[in-house]
């Protein structure tokens, strides 16, 4: 009787059809070798082919994104994907009995204010999506009549003048105006200058948002894209991450020109509503070439808004970029850093 390791051969008696359990036991964890083996094989290749194939980051901007592999790892992480599992998650409805715990603990963790909300009580909240955009007490959040306020609970990352249609979200990285809005009415005007206010909305923060002034929004331009993480601490790495990542842009008028308000998308923030544009679906899974950029759809719509006034809400966390036209004389009453509420003033004076 001949025993081969580590192949497929099985002794079968000569006159009975028996099979030696101890072969069939080798042949079979050779098989599962040979298999993850070549399944590793396979899948790491096509997985090198596909990070140094170039796609539409590639084409758009080499400079960034075709030499630096890190990036270009960084970039290829399937976010996308993974934001819709986690926003699927997020709408499901948990059970009553296990509400408290779950959302307690998340409450707990990032620090959420429910003396704040309307329901202060966990079981109130069929799901994390609800939880996420739980109402506040008019109270918590009182608007100033400052002609322009904050548009959600966050942090300020960046503001001030938008230099040579430029404009810069952290220190050190910027991006073209029309590659962020798209193509844009700015009335020339020697009077006014284009200024900017970039605030990121952590996990824990209230997330919906809100007309930061009285204007009003006359188009609602969706760009999709990739779904990267917007925390402070990952922005510098990566040039140009908010023409890469999804967003709802608004753009429109207000009392001095220009004003747009766009809403960028993140890592488990596929999914931004604006009640203005109800048919808007962020974060679909469309299939085309690696190297085709997803088209952008603009729609015309006519929403005015008043200072305060609910424009829409995002899941778990993100960015809100401002960019507007006003006077050289605007003095703003915040800085790098500042921990915002929703309906606090922006400006000092001058606007």
Known sequence: MDYYTGS??????SNAMFVNPFLLIVAVWSWIKWLSVSTLIIGGASYIGYLFTPDWREIVDSKHYYSNWKIRVYLSLPFNTASRVIGGLANREIPVWLREPLLGTFASVYDCRMDEAVEPDFKTYPSFAAFFNRKLKESARPISASPLVSPADGIVLHFGKVEDNRIEYVKGHDYDVANFLGDVDLPAKNELDLYQVVIYLAPGNYHAFHSPTRWVASQCRHVPGLLL????????????????NERVVLNGKWRHGFFSMAAVAATNVGDIVVDAEPSLRTNKLTRRKKSQKIANTETEIHAPYLSGERVGEFRLGSTIV??????????????????????????????
């Open 8 to 13: 497929s051969y099985l002794y079968t008696a």
């Open 229 to 244: 993480s917007v925390r402070p601490t990952l922005l510098s790495h990566v040039p140009h991450l908010f023409c890469l």
């Open 322 to 351: 401002l960019v507007f036209q006003a006077p050289p004389t605007i003095k703003f009453a915040i800085k790098a850093g500042d921990p915002l509420r929703f309906g606090q003033s922006l400006v000092a004076d001058g606007v």
